[in-house]
T-cell receptor, first 109, second 113 residues
């Protein structure tokens, strides 16, 4: 079992839809949880960063962490074509930093 | 504020050759980490340098090496290139050791033929 698993996608949604991206993990030691967005031919950029269980909102983006279930999610409201990218979850404890394999999202106008 | 700069952006090399990639971190960032990204394996950690010392290393063969200079700039070297080394090599810098403060560069796309 991989340390971090992510819905592989690809995922295609119409503009304006609510998108749900999910990751599960096996190591309960993970403390920090992040979501990165990666456009084609670019490096990943940090979108959201959370420490504890619960929800964190930033504009159209909401990150949710459930440590008891070892499950994290990213919700995108009112999705836009500009949200089309690969989304990577990441988590770490100490010096151990692990990325999920990514989910490719296409938002169709 | 300048971001993380990686050079070159694209590189084509022949099997058996060696290659050196360069990364200039954000000013003030002392930690530089390198990752290999491929469609099949995703992002895989290569190594991390902090204050010119390698602090952490991923599960890659000894053909992959790196170093960090006193100005925090970093280079990674791959010797005796194999076809499987074709990938996007990403550098990330942060103020602290590996952590959520990562800022990635745009990467170097290496193709081995």
């Amino acid at each position: 079992q991989k340390e971090v698993e992510q819905d592989p996608g690809p995922l295609s949604v119409p503009e304006g839809a609510i998108v749900s991206l999910n990751c599960t993990y096996s190591n309960s030691a993970f403390q920090y949880f992040m979501w990165y967005r990666q456009y084609s031919r670019k490096g990943p950029e940090l979108l959201m960063y959370t420490y504890s269980s619960g929800n964190k909102e930033d504009g159209r983006f909401t990150a949710q962490v459930d440590k008891s279930s070892k499950y994290i999610s990213l919700f995108i409201r009112d999705s836009q074509p500009s949200d089309s990218a690969t989304y990577l979850c990441a988590m770490n404890y100490g010096q151990n930093f692990v990325f999920g394999p990514g989910t490719r999202l296409s938002v169709l106008p | 504020k300048a971001g993380v700069t990686q050079t070159p952006r694209y590189l084509i090399k022949t099997r058996g050759q060696q290659v050196t990639l360069s990364c200039s971190p954000i000013s003030g960032h002392r930690s530089v980490s390198w990752y290999q990204q491929t469609p099949g394996q995703g992002l895989q950690f290569l190594f991390e340098y902090f204050s010119e010392t390698q602090r952490n290393k991923g599960n890659f063969p000894g053909r992959f090496s790196g170093r960090q200079f006193s100005n925090s700039r970093s280079e990674m070297n791959v010797s005796t290139l194999e076809l499987g080394d074709s990938a996007l090599y990403l550098c990330a810098s942060s103020l602290q050791r590996q952590g959520a403060g990562y800022t990635f560069g745009s990467g170097t796309r290496l193709t081995v033929v």
